[in-house]
């Protein structure tokens, strides 16, 4: 290999690792630099204001109690909301899958459709879908006898009304791994379960879930990284309320860093976020490696 | 017969879960063709009584949809344009080419993808603000520029490529700018259309960012404005149910004329992630 083709490796890399160097590597490590700053709206008319303050940031978002309020939201949002998007996925992956079903190009298609649409978009339908008064899903619920919820309205259901948002909007991307993941397994150990006299239930719990280990693993990591960062929901169906019952770590974030313009608290809370998720995924690869060593 | 309960079982349950996909869509989609106040009543009307396209002529005319249509169009546009310009070549480079350091730089790029891109927001805002760039097409198209899983994409895809044909091209003395643009490009076609598209979507659905750095309402993107216009109509479904159709739209039919391209980039893209 030539130099010519060694400077031309360059050449072609070169001009995206600079646009990701100025525009995303830098400012990631500027973050963490401002977090360790009092940057707020004086400092943002005039850098002298700004003051080094340590860790001060990270110590008060301790002590401030609407912070653990939206971890414990965001935590509720994932812990709740990446299995049940998990276990609706892999059921439609395994329905599209089975040799009984018709028109599954069709279906594919349908369970797909709401993973490309905006996510403010849907939300507005959803917000109006749940209407306390006017709501399908309180008509719905009312033509079996159950009294109408004040799905967004309430604390105790905002929450569970994002949860089943985020499954409606999500469960199409996973599928699509699934299947690829379904199709992957050999037929005879089905043939060879089915032999065995081995029902339904029994194929699905000793074929289908420990060959699907990998992509299930794969699967949880990138849904749980993608609810971690929860916002355009309570931003347009509860603006956080009702009681604060629906603040994510990012919304904080954003009210912190755009609404009030304390842009070093801001960083704090985005570390703190990257730190546990980080955090999270590594448990998971740990957790996975060690029982598949074993 | 255990046959046929299960062929029941199973396909009423893909008809149950394709109800429930699409009906929020279809109900969006009917809504928007309602009378104003026609949605606000016990029961939910299912279908309009009568029809109307009352609710365009209102965003279009009054509410400056045509404007935030135009405003997503080019902000998108651009984006996937920039995008495919930075990551095909990119891409291509830790696929098929040799230089100094390129297994390393590119264990860092993957390592890179943990960090969840709002910790970049804050001090992009403020680089942004110094290079005058906040309230610009420019600073909205900005994040969505060059990114790593695009370059992971394209690599993936053009591993692919046969060495050879390079190599006979570089024995006939064709420069390296000359092979890429005559030779890689056409053969990566396919994975440019699933980059392009996932670039297009990825920008016209993103909502943080935008909101961030497009204060000014004259160049709000659609989900952006939509989100300012539900909370000052909270009451106008109708109106509201009209501004989704018209942001979702477009997305929709893209992804389902280029459907086979997308699901194969889904595919691709979380394979050995």
Request: hydrophobic share 55%.
């Amino acid at each position: 290999m030539s130099t010519g083709t060694r400077l031309a490796g360059w050449a072609f890399a070169g001009p995206a690792l600079i646009v990701i160097a100025l525009f995303f590597a830098v400012p990631v490590l500027a973050a963490l630099a401002l977090s360790l700053t009092d940057f707020d709206i004086y400092a943002l008319s005039d850098l002298d204001n700004l003051r080094f303050v340590g860790i001060d940031n990270y110590v008060n978002l301790l002590h401030e109690p609407l912070f653990w309020k939206a971890l414990g939201n965001t935590f509720y949002f994932v812990i709740v909301g990446v299995p049940l998007s998990i276990a609706v996925s892999l059921g439609a992956a395994l329905l599209l899958q089975s040799k009984l079903g018709r028109f599954k190009p069709f279906f594919r298609t349908a369970f797909f459709a709401p993973v490309v649409t905006t996510v403010v978009a849907v939300a507005v339908i959803w917000r109006y879908l749940f209407h306390t008064k006017y709501g399908l899903v309180n008509w719905g619920l009312g033509g079996i006898g159950i009294d109408p919820i004040d799905w967004l309205g309430d604390p105790q259901w905002a929450m569970p009304t994002i949860i089943l948002f985020a499954v409606w909007k999500n469960f199409g991307y996973n599928m699509i791994i699934f299947i690829a993941g379904l199709q992957a397994i050999p037929e005879d150990l089905y043939e060879a379960a089915r032999i065995d006299g081995a029902s339904f239930w029994g194929q699905f719990r000793h074929v289908t879930l420990p060959l699907l280990g990998p992509v299930l693993l794969l699967v949880g990591i990138l849904t749980m990284a993608g609810y971690f960062q929860l916002f355009a929901e309570p931003y347009v169906m509860t603006q956080g309320g009702p009681l604060e019952s629906t603040v994510s770590v990012l919304y904080l974030m954003y009210e912190q860093g755009f609404k009030w313009w304390n842009l070093g608290a801001a960083s704090a809370v985005a570390f703190v976020l990257f730190v546990l998720m980080a955090g999270i995924t590594s448990g998971l690869l740990w957790f996975a490696r060690r029982r598949g060593a074993e | 017969m255990n046959q046929r309960i299960a062929t029941l079982v199973i396909n009423g349950l893909l008809i149950g879960l394709a109800v429930l996909s699409l009906m929020p869509l279809l109900w969006m989609l009917s809504v928007s063709l309602m009378q104003p106040g026609e949605a606000s009543a016990f029961p939910p009307p299912l279908l309009p009584a009568h029809a109307t396209f009352e609710n365009y002529h209102e965003l279009f005319a009054r509410a400056g949809m045509g404007r935030y249509l135009a405003n997503s169009f080019a902000i998108a546009s651009a984006t996937t344009l920039l995008s495919l310009f930075f990551n095909v070549m990119a891409g291509y480079a830790f696929a098929k080419l040799q230089f100094a350091g390129k297994e390393k730089v590119f264990a860092l790029l993957l390592a890179a993808l943990v960090i969840p891109g709002q910790v970049a927001m804050m001090p992009l805002f403020l680089m942004l603000k110094e290079m005058g760039l906040v309230n610009t097409y420019g600073g909205a198209i900005v994040p969505g520029m060059a990114g790593i899983f695009g370059i992971f994409l394209v690599r993936q895809y053009a591993r692919t490529l046969p060495d050879e044909l390079l190599e006979a091209a570089r024995i006939d003395g064709a420069s390296e700018f000359r092979i890429f643009w005559q030779i890689v490009l056409p053969a990566l076609k396919p994975i440019l259309v699933t980059l392009a598209i996932f670039s297009f979507l990825g920008s016209w659905n993103d909502f943080m960012w935008p909101l961030i750095v497009l204060g000014d309402s004259d160049l709000h993107t659609l989900p952006v404005a939509l989100a300012s216009l539900s909370r000052e109509h909270v009451q106008d479904n109708e109106l509201m149910m009209a501004g989704s159709v018209v942001t979702v739209l477009p997305v929709l039919l893209l992804f389902l004329s280029l459907q086979r391209y997308y699901l194969q980039g889904l595919l691709m893209g979380s394979v050995k992630g």
